[in-house]
């Protein structure tokens, strides 16, 4: 880069200042051909924005301006698969079925065992294990429509409701 000190009378009178951040005087061709990067009569492009490799200038995209600086931590858990949606359906359908047992059940005993059936299924094993891989973060898994996310949830609050 030339700064103002180093440049000749002649140079400069060809060439137009631009003063950079920091202070610094930079000098682009006018064109004319009397500039540094070519005498073509102003045909060509003026390229004045340093080194690509460097991080500094180039045209956009050069030198990884856009390059992704991370590396992305690849969560095979975040999707969801298509098994776990049929069991989990399955599991509600089941504590579903239990309900309406319980409110067409006249006798407490009735009651009472249909209650604890319900709350077996609702928190068991198998409804931990669905929820563990259909919840990341305390939210339904990436890859649900909005009914197996809303399926997901309700599974949830029964889950936490036993």
Not at 17 to 38: E, H, K, L, N, T
Not at 54 to 76: I, L, V
Not at 145 to 156: G, H, N, P, T, Y
Request: hydrophobic fraction near 35%; charge should be positive; aromatic fraction near 4%.
């Amino acid at each position: 880069m030339e700064t103002a000190a180093a440049v000749s009378a002649a140079t400069i009178k060809n060439r137009r200042p631009y003063i950079a951040v920091g202070g610094m005087q930079r000098f682009f061709s006018d064109g004319s051909g009397g500039g540094a990067m070519g005498g073509d009569g102003g045909g060509s492009i003026t390229y004045s924005g340093g080194q690509a490799t460097s991080g500094q200038g180039g045209f956009y995209g050069a030198g990884g301006a856009r390059a992704n600086k991370t590396q992305t931590k690849h969560r095979p858990e975040a999707v969801a698969h298509a098994a776990d949606i049929k069991s989990l359906r399955m599991l509600m359908e089941e504590v579903e079925e239990l309900e309406v047992q319980l409110r067409s059940a006249d006798e407490l005993p009735k009651q009472i065992s249909i209650k604890s059936a319900i709350k077996k299924k609702a928190s068991g094993r198998d409804m931990t294990e669905l929820l563990k891989r259909l919840e990341l973060k305390g939210q339904p898994v990436w890859g649900l429509s909005v009914s197996e996310r809303d399926l997901v949830k309700e599974a949830r609050r029964r889950f936490n409701s036993c």
